[in-house]
């Protein structure tokens, strides 16, 4: 060890570091691959038992012969109604809560009881939010058992955590914005039109699209509230429910063909399974894009 | 000779968040179209100072403010039109923030807000605002650019441009060489003096030799409290009557 470099030779200490720093990566990187297994096997799995079901018709027609043949369309169409509703009330009330809550309200003990509430509120197991529906709209409020009643259901349960993300959303827009909006003669109106809004919207659109996943999987809360075991529709016929009739739903009816109407062929249900987790799948991509896309014009 | 009467009245000032005062009482005047500088280290309460002023210290929770400032004999607390109040002082803070706008739309933003909305009146009122801050000649190809694409010196002088965007008749400065090279520096310093003659200046300052530049008269704050407030020419002489202040000044304070 007489010739060659002497100025950076590895002492033990850093050989230990060295290691410790490359055994880190290989652990972080190996329980990020083992997240993406099962959900590969799961669709892998899916989508080899469902294949002979899956097509075009199957999308499109009714079910027959008591839903052991046929399609999925009013259940597909039902499970779009009761999104669409849910989300159309959930948002604009979440997302104007949120605001609210970030950019106007104080430090008091009513901001912390409502902040405590949405907290809450989020952690309530959906079920309780499906008697809670039965109760509130179904039965107090006379709405009856209806489309309408499941997504006001539906919105009550995803409020909170659209309200969470909005104002995760709101607060990544740094402060000093804020300031210089306020030094400059604006009130927080015109601050939160100019500046806040358009560089937080893509963080609050993403976390409300999420949101359709769950309104979309849920069979608890509707159960109770609007889904209906079978109702005939015509195919592929986009305006067959109303607002105060009960539609079949995706998540409902896979637990009804899997396990309450016996002879269903066994690809039956795998296809309806592949047809919700690729609705849900699909519109996370969109949420993924519109992120992407919004960030790309992000200004700072 | 009698004294014009000043633009701002600070009286028994004394300003705490929570439990911690920051401010322990002090007053002082500041004339109509001087430049007057406050100089002192951090933590002395020259930023807290600025934002009792406009009252965008009304966006802290938990502040105590005593005693009164007066900003042409109105006291700020009093008065129910705060907007109009932030209009009227022009605050340039120590990092440059570009509004993630265009460059034209930093500087009609505050006109805007006030309700200006024909596009002649905003286009004159853009232009020379960013004349009068010596950017005009840089931007005027690329108005519509954002703002934040810009260099360091030149965004601290889009906030400058922005500050007298709603014509204030104060413009305060938190230290707005902090981020940017000495040579922008100058040309924003030469900007402020010819500004002297149409409006108050306050300069908050780090450094000691833009004080003495630019300033009639400075007060040098430490702690919160007045150590000295007197003519720029005796505070920055060889004997200015008080120790700390000699030794502040002369970078041997400690």
Not at chain 1, 166 to 182: G, M, N
Not at chain 1, 258 to 274: K, L, M, S
Not at chain 2, 143 to 156: C, I, M, V
Not at chain 2, 194 to 208: F, G, Y
Request: glycine fraction near 8%.
């Amino acid at each position: 060890m007489t010739d060659g470099p002497t100025n950076f030779i590895e002492t033990p200490f850093v050989r230990r570091k060295r290691r410790a720093e490359s055994l880190a990566k290989w652990v972080f990187l190996a329980m990020s691959f083992a997240m993406v297994v099962p959900l590969l096997l799961i669709l892998g799995f899916l989508v080899a038992r469902a294949w002979p079901a899956l097509s075009l018709d199957f999308l499109l027609d009714p079910p027959v012969r008591g839903m052991r043949a046929g399609g999925i369309w009013p259940a597909l169409l039902g499970t779009i109604y009761l999104v669409v509703i849910s989300l159309a009330v959930a948002a604009p009330i979440g997302i104007l809560a949120a605001v609210y809550l970030n950019e106007y309200a104080r430090d008091n003990w009513f901001n912390r009881l409502i902040n405590l509430a949405v907290i809450n509120l989020a952690g309530v197991p959906s079920i309780v939010h499906a008697l809670f529906g039965l109760g509130a709209f179904v039965l107090a409020a006379g709405i009856g058992k209806s489309i309408l009643a499941a997504s006001l259901t539906l919105a009550v349960m995803t409020l909170p955590v659209i309200i969470a993300s909005t104002r995760e959303a709101l607060a990544s827009v740094p402060r000093s914005f804020r300031e210089a909006c306020w030094n400059v003669g604006a009130t927080r109106w015109q601050t939160i039109r100019a500046v806040v809004l358009p560089n937080s919207i893509s963080g609050i659109l993403t976390g409300v699209i999420l949101q359709v996943s769950r309104a979309a999987g849920e069979t608890a809360p509707i159960m109770f509230t609007g889904a209906l075991f079978f109702k005939a529709v015509d195919r592929g016929d986009l305006f067959a429910y109303g607002l105060l009739e009960q539609c079949m739903a995706l998540s409902m009816h896979l637990y009804v063909i899997a396990t309450q109407v016996p002879g269903v062929p066994e690809a039956v249900p795998y296809a309806t399974a592949v047809v919700l987790l690729g609705a849900v799948l699909l519109v996370n991509a969109t949420a993924i894009a519109v992120r992407v896309y919004m960030r790309s014009r992000k200004k700072w | 000779m009698v004294s014009p009467k000043p633009t701002i009245q600070v009286q028994d000032l004394r300003l705490a968040y929570g439990t911690k005062e920051v401010i322990h009482g002090i007053s002082f005047d500041i004339r109509r179209h001087e430049i007057f500088g406050i100089i002192g280290p951090a933590q002395s309460g020259k930023t807290s100072l600025l934002r009792c002023l406009n009252r965008t210290i009304d966006f802290t929770p938990g502040v105590r403010l005593e005693g009164a400032i007066r900003v042409d004999g109105e006291d700020v607390r009093q008065i129910r039109d705060v907007f109009g109040l932030r209009r009227k002082i022009g605050m340039v803070a120590p990092l440059p923030v570009g509004l993630p706008l265009s460059i034209y739309d930093n500087v009609a933003f505050a006109p805007r807000c006030a309700g200006v909305k024909a596009r002649s009146e905003l286009d004159g009122l853009v232009e020379h605002c960013l004349r009068q801050a010596a950017l005009w000649d840089e931007v005027k190809d690329r108005l519509h650019t954002l703002g934040t694409k810009l260099s360091g010196g030149q965004q601290q002088r889009l906030t400058i441009a922005r500050a007298l965007s709603h014509q204030p008749e104060i413009l305060c400065l938190d230290e707005f060489s902090i981020a940017i090279d000495p040579v922008t520096t100058m040309r924003i310093e030469g900007v402020l003096k010819e500004l002297q003659s149409s409006m108050t200046i306050i300069l908050v300052t780090n450094l000691v030799q833009q004080a003495r530049r630019l300033a009639r008269r400075t007060m040098f704050l430490w702690n919160g409290r007045i150590v000295q407030l007197d003519a720029s020419d005796v505070i920055f002489s060889e004997d200015p009557g008080n120790r700390q202040t000699y030794e502040y000044v002369h970078g041997i304070f400690g």
